[in-house]
């Protein structure tokens, strides 16, 4: 028996220095409308990351990707048509960030709050007409950098753990940036729920 607890013991000690490996999957909304006249789209994500084995697991540090796809339409005024333009453009959104979340587990919930840089790659496809007169379509590519904040609650169950969260994403356009309508910003809110395992 004594054996037995001091194994128990000894690996227990082992995982606590290791920290815990971190894997999840996420899907939602992307809620760009309070920033630009981009449509909601879904999104969808991986994270992987890891837990600190300091200050009770409280720490962790995950690398993410997700992939959005917005759209937007409207009508522009231009010197070079007689007609106004009404344009459509297609979105797909690339975004790559990293994080560093404080963790606090409460019975079985556990809220946090993760905060890091945020790197976003855009191509867009803009399709026009100004009257009867179809304009030629264009692809437009930037990149841009941001910073993210995204409180969220996690829920144990077992072998992992179901979240809810809301990233805020505050991105500032890098080299040329598709205008579009001449007020886009590719800061956004988003809203999702997923799975993380730990192992």
Avoid at 84 to 94: C, G, K, L, N, S
Avoid at 107 to 131: Q, T
Wanted: glycine letters at 10%.
């Amino acid at each position: 028996m004594r054996i037995v607890l001091l194994l128990l013991l000894g690996t227990s000690v082992a995982s606590a220095r290791q920290g815990e490996v971190l894997v999840a999957a996420r899907a939602g909304a992307l809620l760009p409308q309070p920033f630009s006249s981009l449509s909601a789209s879904y999104l969808v994500g991986l994270e992987a990351g890891w837990v600190a084995p300091v200050w009770k697991k409280r720490l962790a540090v995950s690398v993410d990707i997700g992939f959005g796809a917005p759209e937007a339409e409207g009508r522009i005024l231009s010197g070079s048509t007689v007609a106004p333009v009404d344009w459509r453009a297609q979105v797909r959104e690339v975004t790559i960030g990293i994080s560093l979340a404080l963790r606090q587990a409460i019975g079985r919930f556990m809220p946090y709050l993760a905060v890091g840089p945020r790197l976003l790659v855009v191509d867009a496809l803009v399709s026009g007409h100004a009257g009867d007169t179809r304009l030629p379509t264009n692809r437009e590519s930037s990149v841009a950098l941001g910073l993210s904040l995204v409180p969220g609650l996690g829920l144990s169950l077992p072998p992992g753990q179901l979240f809810l969260e809301v990233p805020l994403s505050f991105v500032w356009r890098v080299g040329t940036a598709p205008v579009l309508t001449g007020d886009f910003d590719p800061s956004t809110i988003a809203v999702a729920a997923g799975y993380r395992v730990f192992f």
